[in-house]
Structures are given as structure tokens and as C-alpha cells.
């Protein structure tokens, strides 16, 4: 399954959030609008579907308001009569062909839907209704409340505001409108952060891998040792939570998995003695890459983070350049906590990049908007599944549009 497809599915708790909020605040205050068109102008056009959305332009700023056709004056339909009609109709009743701000969001589905047999003979004109709401203040302070609680943080959810106030003050969208104009404020806020994380030609390169207990540390450097692997990079891992017999136990099995030696050393002795030792082991081998898994600290263990402060000090005795990579493996399932967490691995070890972890079953998956927007640090890879290729570099539309509930994507 590509990873868009599977991220899209598996962001369901954050995206289904989303779009529910959206829907209610739409509907509640919206108006029901007559959108018709032509359907032998929508055949004609069916060939030519509109083209993918790009989210990453500027939203457009004039949303042109429905244009109502002179003639014939169409009837306008209840839903639920609509609804039937289309069930009995052995094809879909065509789309309106979209507006400017329509063809931004996802009507490329619908829009190709063949008209059915009538229409197609006579042209006759379709009904459809879109229903719109006004972006007024009201609009906007709900818009701002259903992004805090999804997770997106305060400071993210106010400025993509009055960035949607800006370009669409007094205009009316609908909820696919709504959705389009936010991806594209997601995918703004995203892009910068989007780094894979960086080979360098020094060998080995080394990559610690720190965050708190359980946030995907282990399961992250098996992920990446495979893909590293598979790339044709030779791979190291070092276990350097030694205090747990099963971490241990836990690396091996994922380094049996990349094919990766695990470095190990005997439990209970010093994680920073096994960092040093790893990388005289790493560079006589020739490797490329060696991850050192560490153990996980809670934030406010100072004597843990005091123990993290003290590998990064050995590793550098061995080479001063290194660790060349500090990883924060964060899990999105702690929501805004993640942000703490980040200030206090900055403070210890010099991070240079995020992994978020667990993004599928959250409904927190926004947390990521707000530390890409609050901290500006690369976002290496997401993960969302338990499995070997539940890891991905990170893409940032391909997240906005999953995270806001865009599933046309082909
Ligand atoms: N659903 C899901 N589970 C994940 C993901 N990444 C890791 N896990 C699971 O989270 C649990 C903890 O993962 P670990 O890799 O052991 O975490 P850790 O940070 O090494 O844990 P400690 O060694 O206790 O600090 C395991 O059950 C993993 O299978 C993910 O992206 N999605």
C-alpha cells in the first residue's frame, strides 16, 4: 500500500476530528446554496478532470460567490430526495462543474461523475446544493477552537486564523473549501521542517537516539536500520539501555529483522562506557551508521537526563564532531506534551531532528503542526504502524491533507 494511502487511513482518528468539527461549525450557521450547471457541459468536461490539487499555492482570495443559471429555473430538492434518486440511478448524477475555490478542493471525483442517461441526451440541467457559512468572527473563533483541540497549539491555531481571516474575511466557503484552505495552511507551516535526515561522508556517522520511556525509540532504530540496510548502508546498533534485559532483547530481535549487528554490553554497566566501545566496534568494522538506542527518561528524572548528558559528553571524547545525529523519537499520543518534551532534550542533548511515532489510532496527530510551527526542527520520518514499513519520510502535504481528511489523492 503507497504511504500516502495508508497514512490517510491510519490518521482516521485525527482527520474524522477534524472534519466533524468542520462540518458543525459549517452547518451551524451555514446557508444551503443552489449550485447547478449543465450536465452535457459536465460530459463535455469529463475527459478532462481537473487537474491534482496542489495545496501548496496560495489559497485563492476572491471566492467567487455561485452564479446561478438564467433558465430553466431549477427546483430545488430536499436532500433526503436527492439521496434516493441517486440510489436508483444506476449512475452517479454529475457534479457542478467546480468554481475557481472548488476546483482547490476535492470535487475531482464527483466532477467526473457521468451524468446520467437523460441528461446526457438532452443536457438538461442538475440540481445540487452546497451548503456555505460565512467567514465572520463567530466562524473564526470556532475554527480556532476545533484546531486547539486538535492538538494543533494555541499560537498555530491563531495564526492560521487570521491568516484565513486575511484571504477570506466576509466570504463564503463550504466544508471542502474549509478543509482545502487549512491543508494549505498546514502544508505552509510543514514544509520548512521536512528533512530527511542528512547522510554525512564521516564514518561511522553516529545517530542517538534519545526520548522518553516507550515513545518508540527501539521500534524507530529497527525501522530505520532496515531501511538504511536496504539502501546499501552498513548498519551498527548499539543497546544502550542497559538497565532493561528486555530492551536488549527487544533490539536484537529488530536488528535480526534489518539484518543489523546489536552491540551489546552487560546489564547494568554504564550506557556511556557501551557508546564509547560501540564506536571503536562501529569504526573498525567500517560502518556507516551507528544508531545507539538509549534508555527512556521521563523528563523529570534529572538523574536519567543527567546519565543522557554524559553519553553525548563520552561520544564526543571519542569524536568531537559526534553524535552526528540526535534524534527525539516523540509519540503522538501524548498530545501537547510533546512540546515539553522537546524543551527538555533540548536543553540536554543537542536534537537535530523529531521522529513522531504512533500517529495512527491518535486523535492528537496536530501536535505535529504545532511543534513544526513552535520549534522549527527537521521532522525526519513519521511512523504509523508497528511493523517494519510503518516508517516514512516525513511529506508535508501528504500529512496536511491526510490530517485535514483530503482523501482524493490517487
Ligand atoms: N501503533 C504504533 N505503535 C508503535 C509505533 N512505534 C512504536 N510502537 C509501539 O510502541 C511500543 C513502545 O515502542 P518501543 O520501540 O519499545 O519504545 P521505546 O521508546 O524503545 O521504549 P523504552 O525502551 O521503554 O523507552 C511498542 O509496543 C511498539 O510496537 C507506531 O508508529 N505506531
Known amino acids: 500500500m503507497a504511504f500516502f494511502s495508508k497514512l490517510k487511513e491510519r490518521l482516521f482518528k485525527s482527520s474524522s ?5 468542520l462540518e458543525a461549525i459549517v452547518e451551524d450557521g451555514g446557508e444551503e446554496e443552489l449550485v447547478e450547471e449543465s450536465a452535457k457541459a459536465a460530459a463535455s468536461t469529463e475527459a478532462d478532470a481537473p487537474a491534482p490539487v496542489d495545496t501548496t499555492q496560495d489559497a485563492p482570495d476572491v471566492v467567487p ?4 443559471e438564467p433558465e430553466p429555473e431549477p427546483e430545488p430538492e430536499p436532500v ?3 439521496v434516493e434518486v441517486e440510489e436508483l440511478t444506476p449512475e452517479p448524477e454529475p457534479e457542478p462543474l467546480a468554481a475557481p475555490v472548488e476546483a482547490l478542493v476535492e470535487s475531482a471525483p464527483e466532477a467526473a461523475a457521468k451524468p ?8 438538461r440541467r442538475e440540481a445540487k446544493t452546497v451548503v456555505r457559512r460565512t467567514v465572520d468572527d463567530d466562524m473564526l473563533e470556532s475554527l480556532e477552537d476545533l484546531m486547539i483541540t486538535s492538538d494543533m497549539g494555541v499560537d498555530t491555531a491563531m495564526r492560521v486564523t487570521a491568516n484565513i481571516s486575511e484571504g477570506y474575511f466576509g466570504k463564503k466557503l463550504s466544508v471542502d473549501e474549509i478543509k482545502s ?3 494549505a495552511e498546514v502544508t505552509r507551516i510543514m514544509e520548512p521542517v521536512a528533512v530527511p535526515m542528512p547522510l554525512y561522508p564521516k564514518r561511522p556517522q553516529v545517530v542517538l537516539i ?4 516507550g515513545a518508540g525509540k527501539t521500534t524507530t532504530i529497527g525501522k530505520l536500520a532496515s531501511q538504511f540496510t536496504a539502501a546499501g548502508k552498513k548498519v551498527v546498533i548499539a543497546a544502550g ?5 528486555a530492551a536488549v532483547e527487544q533490539l536484537q530481535v529488530w536488528g535480526d529483522r534489518a539484518g543489523v549487528p546489536v552491540l551489546t554490553a552487560p546489564e547494568g554497566s554504564d550506557p556511556a562506557s557501551l557508546a564509547f566501545d560501540a564506536m571503536t566496534q562501529a ?8 544508531m545507539i538506542d538509549t534508555a527512556g527518561r521521563l523528563q523529570n528524572r534529572a538523574d536519567l537526563m543527567e546519565e543522557l548528558a554524559k553519553i553525548v559528553r563520552v561520544i564526543k571524547k571519542k569524536d568531537e564532531t559526534a553524535p552526528h545525529n540526535t534524534v527525539l523519537v516523540l509519540d503522538a499520543t501524548t498530545g501537547q506534551n510533546a512540546l515539553s518534551q522537546v524543551e527538555t532534550f533540548q536543553k540536554l542533548a543537542d536534537v537535530s531532528g523529531l521522529v513522531m511515532t504512533k500517529l495512527d489510532g491518535t486523535a492528537k496527530g496536530g501536535v505535529l503542526v504545532a511543534l513544526a510551527d513552535k520549534f522549527a526542527l527537521p521532522i525526519h520520518a513519521i511512523g504509523v504502524g508497528e511493523q517494519i514499513d510503518d516508517l516514512a519520510p516525513f511529506d508535508p502535504e501528504d500529512f496536511a491533507r491526510a490530517l485535514i481528511g483530503i482523501t482524493d489523492r490517487t
Open 17 to 21: 476530528k477534524l472534519e466533524e468539527g
Open 65 to 68: 460567490e455561485p452564479e446561478p
Open 80 to 82: 433526503a430526495e436527492v
Open 116 to 123: 446520467g442517461l437523460l441528461g446526457r441526451m438532452f443536457g
Open 181 to 183: 484552505v487549512l491543508a
Open 210 to 213: 534519545v526520548g522518553v520511556n
Open 241 to 245: 539501555d542497559t538497565f532493561r534485559a
Open 283 to 290: 569504526e573498525a568494522d567500517g560502518a556507516d551508521l551507528l
